[in-house]
């Protein structure tokens, strides 16, 4: 069964940084897609980011590209976003997610484990 805790997130004022992290425990990230999604109160769960487990290409969605960064380090089995320039509309809860197809989806559904979130706030 695999088991994904994310952490890192927090409360930081607009412009700030945070660094989130996706720990796995009993499945070796390496062989999947992770993506980070978020979801606002009252809106869908979206796509942030995803990492391909064969060449580590990456996708980012359009509102975070160029201030986010996806990255993996498979020696620690853990995936981290690192957010920069943040802005108050990033606040959400975000998520780590596993899919285990190849290439890369921003379909909360092709995704097969997802932690539990970790809550990002940045005030204005």
């Known amino acids: 069964q695999v088991q994904l805790v994310e952490s890192g997130g927090g409360l930081v004022q607009a412009g700030g940084s945070l660094r989130l992290s996706c720990a796995a425990s009993?499945?070796?990230?390496?062989?999947?897609?992770v993506g980070w999604f978020r979801q606002a109160p009252g809106k869908e769960r979206a796509i942030v980011a995803v990492i391909r487990q064969s060449d580590g290409d990456t996708y980012y969605a359009s509102p975070v590209r160029g201030r986010f960064t996806i990255s993996r380090d498979n020696a620690e089995n853990t995936v981290y976003l690192q957010m920069n320039s943040l802005k108050p509309e990033d606040t959400a809860v975000y998520y780590c997610?596993?899919?285990?197809?190849?290439?890369?989806?921003?379909?909360?559904?092709?995704?097969?484990?997802w932690g539990q979130g970790t809550q990002v706030t940045v005030s204005s």
């Open positions: 009993g499945r070796a990230l390496r062989r999947y897609a």
């Open positions: 997610a596993l899919n285990s197809g190849w290439g890369i989806s921003t379909t909360p559904n092709d995704y097969d484990y």
